[in-house]
């Protein structure tokens, strides 16, 4: 028996989330787990976090463990014969044999993509979120290091029932010109996130950059944790998750 990471790129437009659910959803686990007794693995794959539908993901790991003799780097190509289009494995290696995707994650992090122009596009409408309105840049970068540090984010969260405290190592916006126009990114990385937790940051941080709130506005949110301060849940599509990282000795097998 041996333990692989796989690394999964999808486009979650399509699923009703990651995590495994009832009869009749198609979801990402759910796809993968299908797939794993083709390539003579057992069909659990446990995943390093969670992602909502229509969440999408650029390099989520996986551990999934294996009985059969296949070479580590044929399992991506052999995968990918069994899995639909909008779900692949991107990479595949061997690891400890107690390596835990969700576990042993040092950190994580996400991506939020905001196409901001007069007019949507139907071309990146499940890709990102489209802002008709020009957004106050600089607002929005002074409002994002009162985020940093351990902090409770429930105030930002939506229907999560463990302890609020986490802690948020990076948080930054980029801008770029892209084919179809201005895009505003911004990226969290963090220890770990509450369910809703970055859509809810990017809500409001959305209202300070249309001068609905101020920045400082973000200080009561972790002060108080109450939710009704905060802005709307930013809608899914926009969301990625980019990748994660774990501790070098998890790595080797």
């Known amino acids: 028996m041996r333990r692989l990471l796989l690394l999964c790129e999808y486009d979650g437009t399509l699923f009703a989330g990651l995590q495994r659910q009832g009869r009749g959803l198609r979801t990402v686990q759910g796809e993968l787990e299908r797939a794993l007794p083709g390539i003579g693995a057992l069909p659990k794959a446990v995943a390093a976090g969670r992602t909502d539908a229509g969440v999408h993901a650029l390099a989520m790991p996986f551990h999934v463990d294996v009985e059969s003799a296949i070479p580590v780097e044929k399992v991506p190509e052999a995968l990918n014969r069994l899995l639909p289009e909008d779900l692949k494995v991107v990479a595949a290696r061997e690891v400890a044999p107690d390596f835990h995707a969700r576990k042993d994650a040092l950190w994580r992090a996400y991506r939020y993509r905001i196409l901001v122009r007069p007019h949507p596009s139907p071309l990146l409408r ?3 979120l489209w802002v008709r309105r020009p957004l106050d840049l600089e607002a929005m970068e002074e409002a994002l290091p009162l985020l940093l540090g351990r902090h409770n984010f429930l105030g930002f969260a939506k229907e999560e029932t463990r302890p609020g405290e986490r802690e948020l190592l990076e948080a930054r916006l980029q801008v770029a010109e892209g084919e179809a126009g201005l895009e505003v990114r911004l990226y969290f990385r963090g220890t770990s996130f509450l369910r809703g937790q970055v859509r809810g940051m990017v809500g409001t941080l959305l209202e300070v950059g249309l001068g609905k709130r101020p920045p400082e506005s973000l200080k009561a949110i972790l002060k108080t ?10 809608p899914a599509h926009g969301l990625y998750f980019v990748e994660a990282a774990y501790p ?3 790595l080797s097998p």
């Open 126 to 128: 499940h890709r990102a």
């Open 225 to 234: 944790a109450d939710r009704r301060l905060a802005g709307p849940t930013a």
């Open 248 to 250: 070098e000795e998890k």
